[in-house]
């Protein structure tokens, strides 16, 4: 139905880096990326005990409202994405995570 994956410590320790997520196309709308992306986020925060989550954007790709409708910024940074016939912008997004409420 859907994946998504975590590198731990990427590019630092305390930072975990979401390469992808994506969801099967006819399943789409139905709360299946929030629901994945919300227990990646639990399992980054209690497991992998990071504070920082970044994860980058293919600039021509609309997904970047989904990241942030999740809650990540752009940093701000940005490298050149260049694939086929693709000539785009990969953009940096992050989030900052705290431990739950006491
Ligand atoms: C991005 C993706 C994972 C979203 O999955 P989804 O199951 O359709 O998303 P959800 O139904 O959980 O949507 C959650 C919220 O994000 C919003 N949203 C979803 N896709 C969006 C988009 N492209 N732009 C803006 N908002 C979007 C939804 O409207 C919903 O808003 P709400 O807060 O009002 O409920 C899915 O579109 C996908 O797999 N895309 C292709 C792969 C891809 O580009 N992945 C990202 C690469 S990093």
Not at 31 to 58: H, K, N, W
Not at 72 to 83: H, L, M, Q, R
């Amino acid at each position: 139905m859907g994946l998504l994956d975590i590198i731990d410590g990427y590019p630092l320790l305390g930072t975990a880096f979401i390469g992808l997520l994506a969801v099967r196309e006819n399943l789409h709308g139905a709360g299946l990326g929030r629901d994945l992306y919300t227990q990646a986020e639990t399992f980054i925060r209690d497991d992998l005990e990071a504070r920082v989550i970044r994860l980058s954007v293919v600039e021509a790709n609309p997904v970047g409202g989904f990241w942030k409708r999740m809650g990540f910024v752009p940093t701000g940074e940005w490298k050149p994405y260049e694939v086929q016939t693709v000539a785009s912008r990969l953009i940096l997004m992050e989030k900052l995570i705290c431990s739950p409420a006491k």
